[in-house]
């Protein structure tokens, strides 16, 4: 489902003066609620990505918005006792084991920033898609992705997506699956999203932070 042309690496030139770094859930949940979970900081804090967590992340990213610096942390399974005012929400959660006899590629990373005034928009796609879940569940399977993750969060009063994936590298990707509702109702909400806003998401190794 996930756009794929987010992950191309293209950045936008256009810059926003930056107010003061506020990263806000979107909404609230407890962590007892939700394993897989994503933490955004200060790309100087790259330690702190793990404050609180009882295991290192699956994924790090690095990633800039209107000059800000960020860094992204990425659990599928996280355990902890702490959750602080950094964490992303999740706002959908799919994957399928198919191909557990495949190599599965890297976890990869999009930043989407939404249309102003969009959170209801946002919150209907969201709600459709976790009503839709076996559906959605075959719709990345023909893809040959093993799992797709959505996050939300705010920043200077715009409202972002954060969106994981990981693929298998040696499935053929079937584009025979326009006949599922989840993908008419995804290709409708990227009508939602400001193209002309483009991020890098870069990924880190854990060495990167010696």
Not at 69 to 83: E, K, M
Request: aromatic share 8%.
């Amino acid at each position: 489902m996930l756009d794929r042309e987010h992950h191309s690496g293209v950045v936008n030139d256009k810059r926003v003066a930056a107010v003061a770094l506020l990263i806000q859930p979107h909404h609230s949940h407890a962590l007892t609620e939700m394993k897989t979970f994503l933490r955004i900081v200060r790309a100087g804090d790259l330690r702190g990505l793990a404050a609180g967590m009882n295991d290192s992340p699956d994924a790090q990213f690095l990633f800039s918005i209107d000059g800000m610096q960020l860094a992204a942390g990425y659990w599928r399974d996280a355990t902890s006792t702490t959750i602080g005012q950094v964490e992303a929400s999740l706002l959908f959660d799919v994957s399928v084991q198919d191909f557990a006899h495949l190599e599965r590629g890297p976890v990869t990373g999009a930043v989407i920033r939404m249309l102003p005034g969009r959170q209801r928009q946002l919150v209907h796609w969201s709600n459709e898609l976790n009503k839709r879940s076996q559906e959605a569940q075959e719709s990345i399977r023909r893809e040959g992705v093993e799992f797709e993750s959505w996050f939300s969060f705010e920043l200077n009063q715009n409202l972002y997506l954060f969106a994981l994936m990981a693929d298998y590298k040696e499935h053929a990707v079937s584009t025979d699956h326009d006949d599922l509702d989840v993908d008419r109702i995804h290709r409708d909400f990227k009508k939602n999203w400001d193209r002309s806003a483009r991020y890098i998401c870069t990924r880190i190794d854990s060495s990167d932070q010696a």
